[in-house]
């Protein structure tokens, strides 16, 4: 069974530019959820993707957007970096319905100048 | 909405002493529940988790943690640190919003091992 995996580890970015953010969620989940974890802080749901579609967001701007492909994989976009967007960005898989429990990849560290 | 609370920011304990996180919750449902770990630079590990039935669940590791639903409270504990426990803990609840099932954490509590 693989689990969830998130490329790349580590990114640096200047304020105003755009990064993608990507995904695989382990085999056989079929949902995924993006989280932003600044530093000492607890992660926070920015949104969620369910056959192709959002399926509901956290607080967050339309400046957050992701994508989810056949294969369940995703993508996180963000674009207009800010520097509160520095943060470990957290990808997690899980099955729609119960149990709920959600499975986290190892993260993106984005740090933006 | 729901909140969780880790009123503990960080805890040192010796390698062999016991061991109690303390997380409390607000949800006007019966709650999801669940305890993850994150060591340095790295994502979540679910420790355990609590839907139903049993208060005590049992989890990895040697955790284990009691759902007291009229303190909303879910307590993570275990008889026995060792000191490559040292890691933050995140407390979380599991709540459907607009659509989805999202996770809300808590702030986390570091626990620090001395040897």
């Known amino acids: 069974e693989t689990g969830v995996t998130q490329s790349p580890t580590h990114l640096i970015k200047t304020r105003g530019q755009q990064v993608t953010l990507r995904c695989s969620s382990q085999s056989g989940h079929n949902t995924v959820s993006w989280y932003q974890q600044a530093l000492g802080q ?3 749901f920015i949104f969620q993707y369910y056959r192709e579609e959002e399926n509901g967001r956290g607080n967050f701007p339309p400046r957050f957007s992701g994508l989810q492909f056949p294969n369940y994989s995703s993508e996180l976009n963000v674009n207009a970096l800010e520097l509160d ?8 898989s899980s099955l729609v319905g119960p149990p709920y429990e959600q499975y986290f990849g190892p993260g993106t560290r984005l740090t933006v100048t | 909405a729901q909140s969780v609370t880790q009123p503990d920011i960080h805890i040192t304990v010796s390698e062999g002493a016991s061991l109690e996180l303390r997380c409390n919750y607000s949800y ?3 709650p ?7 060591s340095p630079g790295q994502g979540l590990q679910l420790l ?8 005590l669940v049992q ?13 909303s409270s879910f307590n993570l504990r275990k008889p026995s ?3 490559s426990d040292a890691a933050e803990y995140f407390c979380a609840v599991g709540a459907r919003g ?3 099932y999202q996770l809300t954490f808590g702030k986390g509590t570091k626990l620090s091992v001395i040897p």
Do not use: N
């Open chain 1, 42 to 44: 607890g992660p926070q």
């Open chain 1, 85 to 92: 967007d520095s943060a470990l960005y957290l990808c997690a």
């Open chain 2, 28 to 30: 006007g449902a019966t």
């Open chain 2, 32 to 38: 999801y529940l669940f305890w993850y770990v994150q």
């Open chain 2, 48 to 55: 355990l988790k609590y839907f139903s039935g049993d208060t």
């Open chain 2, 59 to 71: 989890g990895i590791k040697g955790f284990e943690a009691e759902f007291k639903r009229s303190q």
């Open chain 2, 81 to 83: 640190v060792h000191w």
């Open chain 2, 98 to 100: 607009a659509g989805s």
